[in-house]
């Protein structure tokens, strides 16, 4: 955007709305610019219109209210994202610590929410464990069925275990 005021529109010479007659006590001129700007919007007599740059905006006739309500509307977040901007730059000169509090704190609030469902899991030393321990199970205990052909014992070659030497022992 250039530094031009000429190449946009100026809200107070566009004609419509009505003059803002009551300016709140200790508002800012930031909210008379809001005020005007919903003053002027509410002039048109539109409730609903396509976001700037739009290509339902492009389609707009230009002289359809709907079009100046949404350039209305882009200019009014273009001049809050500029004063908040401006305010972080603001504090981040006079206040760095408080900067650095407001600008983290979006991050602050995820991250402690996430550490609750990452304290739940498991860590990798903790699963390997668990998986050491269900490795380790205690031998099986080997069981001759009737009818089936006797079973090797393991670590005794030679010898097998039948259904008729388990029923003996």
């Given at each position: 955007?250039t530094?031009?005021?000429d190449?946009?529109p100026?809200?107070a010479h566009a004609?419509?709305g ?9 508002a800012m ?6 005020l005007r700007a919903?003053?002027q919007?509410?002039?048109l007599?539109?409730d ?7 290509p339902e ?12 309500a949404?350039?209305?509307e882009?200019a ?15 504090l981040?000169d006079?206040d760095p ?5 407001e600008i983290?704190a979006?991050a ?6 996430q ?12 699963r ?23 079973i090797?014992?393991p ?6 275990l039948?259904?008729?030497?388990e029923?003996?022992?």
């Amino acid at each position: 955007m250039t530094g031009r005021t000429d190449s946009r529109p100026l809200l107070a010479h566009a004609g419509r709305g009505r003059p803002l007659r009551a300016v709140p006590e200790h508002a800012m001129a930031g909210d008379i610019t809001a005020l005007r700007a919903e003053t002027q919007v509410a002039a048109l007599g539109v409730d609903d219109w396509p976001r700037y740059g739009t290509p339902e905006w492009l389609q707009l006739n230009p002289r359809d209210p709907r079009c100046y309500a949404a350039t209305l509307e882009a200019a009014e977040l273009y001049r809050r994202a500029e004063a908040e901007r401006q305010r972080l730059d603001d504090l981040m000169d006079n206040d760095p610590e408080a900067w650095w509090h407001e600008i983290t704190a979006d991050a602050d609030a995820y991250a402690a929410r996430q550490s609750r469902s990452l304290a739940a899991r498991q860590t990798a030393e903790e699963r390997r464990i668990a998986a050491a321990r269900a490795s380790h199970r205690p031998p099986h205990q080997l069981r001759a069925s009737p009818g089936w052909p006797p079973i090797a014992i393991p670590g005794q070659p030679g010898r097998y275990l039948t259904f008729r030497q388990e029923q003996a022992e």
